[in-house]
């Protein structure tokens, strides 16, 4: 018998094919309910840091695309933790504690988590850590609090929370984050 998860999710992958729209740069790789296929689906696939630059890794649950447009997404917002081009080499590590955060619902709110995006990016690699209601500041904080103590993030590291509407309207470089741990 195979451990199963309290949640079904889907793994996917954005590799930047400028011939097509980004919506369609979305793949889904594929799902998985149990701690053994989850294992076997890691085992099997790149890590995070040998992506070509400009790919992206998505865990979401089922049925959530990992778009803002999506109805599970569309109010909410993202946890992001920026890394520094010389962090590439714990990239996989981060990535890795936060999917078992997530597929281990490590979070006391862990209904509000809709999945999360890891960025592989040259001027620096991201991680985002989505959740479905932007409004909700005890849920969003008891989130990202975990978030930085499941990372052994140093407390003097500040970890911020941009609302999606924020980041679809923004202009230029400028983060706004609406909560920060
Ligand atoms: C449905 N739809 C079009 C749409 N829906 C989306 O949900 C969505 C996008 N578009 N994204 C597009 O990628 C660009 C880079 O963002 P980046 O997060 O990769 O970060 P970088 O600027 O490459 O570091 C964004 O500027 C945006 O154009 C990003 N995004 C999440």
Known sequence: IKHPLQNCWTLWYYENDRSLLWA???????????????????????????????SDYSLFKK????????????????????????????????????????????????????????NIRQKGDKIGVWTADAGNGPAVLEIGRKLKERLRIPPRTVLGYQVHKDTIEKTGSVSKYSYTV
């Open 24 to 54: 369609q740069n979305q793949k889904e790789i594929a799902s998985f309910q149990t701690v053994e296929d989850f294992w076997s689906l890691y085992n099997h696939i790149k890590p995070a840091s040998e992506l070509r630059q400009g």
């Open 63 to 118: 049925g959530i695309k990992p778009m803002w447009e999506d109805e599970a997404n569309r109010r909410g917002g993202r946890w992001l933790l920026s890394l520094d081009r010389k962090q590439r080499g714990e990239l996989d590590r981060f990535w890795l504690d936060i999917i078992l955060c997530l597929i281990g619902e490590a979070f006391e709110h862990s209904e509000e988590v809709c999945g999360a995006v890891v």
